[in-house]
């Protein structure tokens, strides 16, 4: 059985290569925290299989994620040397390849979708050829590695090397902030299990006003802008605010429909993301990766549709989803 441990082991096995990339760049003055950086992610992924096993200590790995948070506090990791071609060379092989240069992206959904939909369903020796719930994950694995193949195939690449720089160099323009929704998911686990919704509970329950299903809407939809706003993930905001104020106060109080409620909830607190740093991938990381003089333009570019889409829901919520 193909299980997504062996995909985390191949991202490890990556920020281990960007590890020794970066130690080796001697026109880096920060390289050995960069490197120090990234080989502390690498050991996190591939230890963290023995700690989610229960055969190793997690206070280990807790101890290499504080390091990792000491060097981005001291300004680690770094962007490094940027060797890599220059515009004129980029605009010929733009002109030399054209739409060919996207085959290497469209083979990663391809892929995914293949594991994710025909992969999912083959049993080998009565076994599922793929572990159950990940087939995603190990879908987009290998895509990633069939669509690197795919690329050097056709840019004709021959160094295996200059993936791994290129890679390399793509990290040092974002940064910290590719490694922020493993820790905003470790947050919201962390506000989950410390009862931040059931606190949250108590405060609505005390300056909610009886009867006014508008007021519960608007609260409801709010918090779940705010939280992720904060935590950088509709998702991991979703468990805090329905079970202050959705479930008990919209679902059970008000008689709203779940499916409704929760969906529509969900849809606010994404509202959030588009004006939060911390949703990294959609907001810093394109920035980065488009290298926009302005870091935060796509968040000042998505705030009026945010605010626009945001009372949009309230409205939807508060006219379709309770009995009126």
Same mark, same amino acid.
């Given at each position: 059985?193909?299980?997504?441990?062996?995909?985390?082991?191949?991202?490890?096995?990556?920020f281990?290569?960007?590890a020794?990339?970066?130690?080796?760049?001697?026109?880096?003055?920060?390289?050995?925290?960069?490197?120090?950086?990234?080989?502390?992610?690498?050991?996190?992924?591939?230890?963290?299989?023995?700690?989610?096993?229960?055969?190793?200590?997690?206070f280990?790995?807790?101890?290499?994620?504080?390091?990792?948070?000491?060097?981005?506090?001291l300004?680690?990791?770094?962007?490094?040397?940027?060797?890599?071609?220059?515009?004129?060379?980029?605009?010929?092989?733009?002109?030399?390849?054209?739409?060919?240069?996207?085959?290497?992206a469209?083979?990663i959904?391809?892929?995914?979708?293949?594991?994710?939909?025909?992969?999912?369903?083959?049993?080998?020796?009565?076994?599922?050829?793929?572990?159950?719930?990940?087939?995603?994950v190990i879908?987009?694995?290998?895509?990633?590695?069939?669509?690197?193949?795919?690329?050097?195939?056709?840019?004709?690449?021959?160094?295996p090397?200059?993936?791994?720089r290129?890679?390399?160099?793509?990290?040092?323009q974002?940064?910290?902030?590719?490694?922020?929704?493993?820790?905003?998911a470790?947050?919201?686990?962390?506000?989950? =299990? &410390?009862? /931040? #919704?059931?606190? *949250?509970g108590?405060?609505?329950d005390?300056?909610? !006003?009886?009867? %006014?299903?508008?007021?519960?809407?608007?609260?409801?939809?709010?918090?779940?802008?705010?939280?992720?706003?904060?935590?950088g993930?509709?998702?991991?905001a979703?468990?805090?605010? =329905? &079970?202050? /104020? #959705?479930?008990p *106060?919209?679902?059970?109080?008000?008689?709203?429909? !779940?499916?409704? %409620?929760?969906?529509?909830g969900?849809?606010?607190?994404?509202?959030g993301?588009?004006?939060?740093?911390?949703?990294?991938?959609?907001?810093?990381?394109?920035?980065?990766?488009?290298?926009?003089?302005?870091?935060?333009?796509?968040?000042?570019?998505?705030?009026?549709s945010?605010?626009?889409?945001?009372?949009?829901?309230?409205?939807?919520?508060y006219?379709?989803?309770?009995?009126?």
């Amino acid at each position: 059985m193909i299980t997504a441990e062996f995909v985390y082991w191949l991202v490890a096995a990556f920020f281990a290569a960007v590890a020794v990339v970066r130690l080796t760049d001697a026109g880096d003055p920060k390289r050995y925290g960069s490197a120090a950086f990234w080989a502390l992610l690498a050991f996190a992924f591939v230890y963290g299989t023995y700690v989610a096993a229960g055969t190793a200590s997690a206070f280990v790995e807790g101890l290499a994620v504080l390091a990792v948070v000491v060097l981005v506090a001291l300004g680690f990791p770094s962007r490094g040397s940027d060797t890599t071609t220059d515009d004129e060379a980029r605009e010929s092989l733009a002109r030399r390849y054209g739409n060919r240069l996207f085959v290497p992206a469209l083979v990663i959904p391809l892929v995914a979708v293949i594991f994710g939909s025909a992969l999912k369903l083959v049993d080998v020796g009565g076994q599922p050829l793929l572990a159950e719930g990940s087939e995603t994950v190990i879908g987009l694995g290998v895509a990633a590695v069939v669509a690197l193949g795919v690329g050097m195939a056709m840019f004709r690449v021959p160094n295996p090397v200059t993936p791994l720089r290129e890679g390399s160099r793509l990290l040092g323009q974002i940064g910290w902030a590719a490694v922020l929704p493993q820790f905003l998911a470790t947050l919201g686990l962390l506000f989950t =299990t &410390a009862g /931040v #919704g059931t606190a *949250v509970g108590r405060i609505t329950d005390a300056v909610l !006003p009886d009867h %006014v299903l508008l007021l519960s809407v608007v609260v409801y939809c709010l918090g779940m802008a705010v939280f992720t706003i904060i935590m950088g993930n509709a998702f991991a905001a979703f468990p805090v605010m =329905t &079970a202050a /104020v #959705g479930w008990p *106060v919209l679902v059970q109080a008000y008689d709203g429909n !779940p499916a409704a %409620v929760f969906a529509i909830g969900m849809l606010a607190g994404f509202c959030g993301t588009l004006v939060t740093p911390m949703a990294a991938n959609f907001n810093l990381v394109p920035a980065a990766l488009l290298e926009l003089k302005d870091t935060y333009g796509p968040i000042k570019a998505q705030l009026p549709s945010a605010a626009l889409l945001w009372v949009a829901n309230v409205v939807i919520m508060y006219a379709f989803a309770f009995p009126h």
